[in-house]
């Protein structure tokens, strides 16, 4: 973890969160249960580190095999799914469905997952919507994601908070949001998750002389 990073779970607990009663932290490990859970912080802007296992041996099917997930401002959903495909078998559910996709609005680049019981990793750097006073948006969302160190998403567009029943559409909303990890029914486990808030610098330097050519 950089030494700037603030620790959203260390393995020891998830003092972090709201709404973990229910979930489990044992060996270093926090197991989904009881309800999604949000950062007590709230966050704009940021680099986000989270270390995932979908179940082995792995039940269910579709969305519902090892379905978690990462919501960047508790809006924006990054799936987590059991999406290892081993060549017996068909896709396994929708392709803006799928683990690593921005869900419902964009799929991973390329397939990056590891096998259920595997630990994975994803490395969000997350780029809010900016919105005007009236509310309307002057910025979209972006967001750039390595799944086990692979690109899936980079500098992708986000076009609203994550909605499974229609189509995405901008909703002007605070500066800084709770993330939240999701509970979608499945024992999904976590580790190591960090974070490093990015607000972009107010510049401070000097300018630079201009060099005549
Ligand atoms: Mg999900």
Same mark, same amino acid.
Not at 154 to 167: F, K, N, Q, V, Y
Not at 168 to 180: E, K
């Given at each position: 973890?950089?030494?700037?990073?603030?620790?959203?779970?260390?393995?020891?607990?998830?003092?972090?969160?709201?709404?973990?009663?229910?979930?489990?932290?044992?060996?270093?490990?926090?197991?989904?249960?009881?309800?999604?859970?949000?950062?007590?912080?709230?966050?704009?802007?940021?680099q986000l580190h989270v270390e995932?296992?979908?179940?082995?041996?792995?039940?269910?099917?579709?969305?519902?095999?090892?379905?978690?997930?990462?919501?960047?401002?508790?809006?924006?959903?990054?799936?987590?799914?059991?999406?290892?495909?081993?060549?017996?078998?068909?896709?396994?559910?929708?392709?803006?469905?799928?683990?690593?996709?921005?869900?419902?609005?964009?799929?991973?680049?390329?397939?990056?997952?590891?096998?259920?019981?595997?630990?994975?990793s994803y490395d969000?750097?997350?780029?809010?919507?900016?919105?005007?006073?009236?509310?309307?948006?002057?910025?979209?969302?972006?967001?750039?994601?390595? %799944?086990?160190?692979?690109?899936?998403?980079?500098?992708? &567009?986000? /076009?609203? $908070? *994550?909605?499974?029943? !229609? +189509?995405?559409?901008?909703?002007?909303?605070?500066?800084?949001?709770?993330?939240?990890?999701?509970?979608?029914?499945?024992?999904? %486990?976590?580790?190591s998750i960090w974070?490093?808030?990015? &607000?972009? /610098?107010? $510049? *401070?330097?000097?300018? !630079? +002389?201009?060099?005549?050519?």
């Amino acid at each position: 973890m950089p030494s700037d990073a603030i620790p959203l779970f260390d393995g020891l607990s998830l003092d972090a969160w709201e709404g973990a009663d229910a979930w489990t932290v044992s060996d270093g490990v926090a197991t989904v249960g009881g309800g999604a859970i949000r950062t007590k912080q709230a966050f704009g802007d940021c680099q986000l580190h989270v270390e995932f296992r979908t179940p082995s041996p792995a039940t269910g099917s579709g969305q519902g095999r090892g379905n978690s997930g990462v919501f960047l401002m508790g809006l924006y959903e990054i799936q987590v799914l059991d999406s290892f495909e081993d060549g017996t078998a068909g896709p396994l559910t929708y392709p803006d469905g799928q683990c690593g996709a921005l869900y419902k609005q964009r799929p991973p680049m390329v397939n990056a997952c590891r096998p259920p019981g595997q630990w994975q990793s994803y490395d969000i750097l997350f780029t809010r919507p900016r919105f005007a006073e009236d509310g309307s948006q002057e910025q979209s969302g972006r967001v750039s994601v390595l %799944q086990n160190g692979i690109s899936i998403h980079a500098d992708t &567009e986000i /076009l609203g $908070p *994550t909605a499974w029943h !229609r +189509p995405p559409q901008p909703m002007a909303h605070a500066d800084a949001l709770p993330i939240m990890i999701q509970d979608h029914g499945n024992p999904v %486990q976590f580790r190591s998750i960090w974070i490093r808030p990015l &607000e972009p /610098l107010v $510049p *401070t330097e000097t300018p !630079r +002389p201009v060099f005549e050519q």
